[in-house]
């Protein structure tokens, strides 16, 4: 269901029970001047209707065909409502409305007519409706973000799990930095011994060669 639909619905189903009980108190106006006053509310209210089915018409066209479908038989019966409240003004606007409430029997002009009491009702059980959606959609969109918050959790603790892991994984790569320092030195420090090791054989071997050079030599 799409909110922005449902946002013009709430507004048409107030608009339309204020519409029907403006009708009714209009009929029973007989002071010209008030009587002026309040059909030009209900004019204005009509005007006002007229932009909100509109209104609904083009969202519900722009939804996807189930969607669609389903909004706009709800918008038919938006229509015919509609064109009741423009018959309804209509009759009560007319020069000879009082006459005619006289002459279909309606000696009590303060009583509301079946007609109206069924758009009030209509109207109230749509509000009802509109309001029970529209408390459906914050329930789920507070549960989405319930949802949203435990996920945001879960992804900054496993954001620290992958913290904690690239320190030690820094730690172990220091070590063995360190390590290959020391094997590189320890490396450097054998052979160095090796090449003095070397020197010292070599020079021990000459000498035993001078030496048994000069005995053989003086005999």
Known sequence: MSEVFEGYERQYCELSANLSRKCNSASVIHDSEQKKNKLSEISSGIDEADVLIRKMDLEARSLQPGVKATLLAKLREYKADLNKLKKEFKRISSPNAHDELLESGMADVHSV???HRDRLSMS????????????????????TE???????????????TLLHAHNKLYDV????????????TMSRRITKNKWIAGSVIVALVLAIVLILYYKISHR
């Not at 109230?124 to 959606?133: G, I, M, Y």
């Open 113 to 115: 007519s079946a007609e």
């Open 173 to 184: 790569d220091s070590a063995i930095d360190k390590s290959k320092k020391v094997l590189t």
């Open 124 to 143: 109230v059980e749509r509000l009802n409706q509109s309001s029970d959606r529209i408390k459906e959609s914050r329930r789920t969109v507070l549960e």
């Open 146 to 160: 319930e949802l949203g918050i435990s996920i945001l959790e879960d992804l900054h603790q496993q954001r620290q």
